[in-house]
């Protein structure tokens, strides 16, 4: 069983940068693989971003591939998620999600999620 918390949303501007934040429990989180999905009011959840278990590996949706980073410290069992170049339409709850060892972009394939956090972009 995983736990996800996530932080660090909030309000800027166009252009601004934010940091989110995923804390996880339990003591198997370096087997996790770790993803950031959102959702903007009246759309589907989509793809952010996801990394290994090892965080050698990492993924982007093109929406925010050289914006974005996502990273992780095992050892303190939180995945990052480093958002620069802010834009309005990256406005949209942001949520953690935990996958068992192997990767997707599906939504579908994962098996925890936190509660989200709210990001919103002003132009």
């Known amino acids: 069983q995983v736990q996800l918390v996530e932080s660090g949303g909030g309000l800027v501007q166009a252009g601004d940068s934010l940091r989110l934040s995923c804390a996880a429990s339990g003591r198997t989180f370096s087997t996790y693989f770790m993803g950031w999905f959102r959702q903007a009011p009246g759309k589907e959840r989509e793809f952010v971003a996801a990394?290994?278990?090892?965080?050698?590996?990492?993924y982007y949706a093109d929406s925010v591939k050289g914006r974005f980073t996502i990273s992780r410290d095992n050892a303190k069992n939180t995945v990052f998620l480093q958002m620069n170049s802010l834009k309005p339409e990256d406005t949209a709850v942001y949520y953690c999600?935990?996958?068992?060892?192997?990767?997707?972009?599906?939504?579908?394939?994962?098996?925890?999620w936190g509660q989200g956090t709210q990001v919103t972009v002003s132009s």
């Open positions: 999600a935990a996958r068992y060892y192997s990767g997707s972009s599906d939504s579908d394939d994962y098996d925890y």
């Open positions: 990394i290994s278990w090892s965080g050698v590996s990492t």
